[in-house]
């Protein structure tokens, strides 16, 4: 069977082909420029152009887009939105129409202003089936996958009153008390939770995906992919660190069972910083309330146990913050690839979610079936 899985960062949009017949090192992968980067790129021109901007579209992941927008507005050239496409800088419309200037539209006001020749229209999305496919193509491969799985950073819709820190945090905790398998963070497209609403709006953009589509959170994704280097695998008691550009996430097990994690935001650590927060990771003095008042995303700890760190995982495209760690750190490359560790940490998820493929999925990412190219 065929997987297209795809995982959306700030920096790239990594995709893998998973293919059971194949084995994992001879699987098609691609990767490139992120859709905030490109939506950046297309805004950064109308900016230039003195154009007004109309965003459509779904709530897509920020940064590089929210800081062209800023910019767009600092140079006082109008922004219109849709709902749906304003949700992608704040899920509070007034914050949004306060801090960026952008006037909310309905998509049928949207589809009058498009036609105007001063305005640059830019459609807000995390996944677009048919730009891959035609990717793809360009290769001579028709792209039918039997499944898709896609991977975004979802801080979750926050209630007005609640830190979308917090929100991200409780939600990662719920997660992990019903469900320890990393796998309990993709979802089959129609049970998607409603308040992760960057989850959600892949799934309305993904209208022209036949095959059956999940979804999961990036996170949680790479660090499960980092589980597919062997030499991680063989560790119970590793430390599994994703310096991602925006976020960085750590679990530390024991025994092979999952104790606890931290998340913070990256651009907000110095490595030293990193190290610091690791070490207390493996020692179990770790607190939420020092995380988040440090404005990371906060801990959960199950289990204080101390664990000595003598195997620290580390994968993401910010991993060269821990080269020179005194921690005995080990950058994983699952299937000789660490840009893919999300991927493979989703096509290892779809295991869980696919029955009727278990096997086979397993079968080849263990090298078991899968064949060489002759």
Known sequence: MQILAVDVGTGTQDILLFDSTRTPENCLKLVMPSPTMLVASAIRRATGAGNSLLLTGVTMGGGPSSWATEDHHRAGLPIYATADAARSFNDDLDAVRRDLGIEIISDDEAARLASQADITTVELRDFSFAAISQAFHAFGLDLRPDAVMVAVFDHGNAPPDVSDRQFRLDYLADRLRSETRLSTFAFPAHQTPTIMTRLQAVVDSASDVTAPLLVMDTAPAAVLGALCDPAVAAQPDAMIVNVGNFHCLAFQYRHGQFMRLFEHHTGLLTAAELEIWLRQLASGEITHQEVFAEHGHGALVLDRTPVLPQFVAVTGPRRAMLAA??????????????????????????????????????????????????
């Open 325 to 374: 760690s005194t921690l005995p750190t080990y950058f994983a490359v699952p299937y000789g690839d660490q840009m893919l560790a999300g991927c493979w940490g989703m096509i290892r998820a779809a295991a869980d979610h696919l029955p009727d493929q278990r096997d086979e999925i397993l079968a080849a990412l263990a090298g078991d079936e899968a064949k060489p190219l002759w």
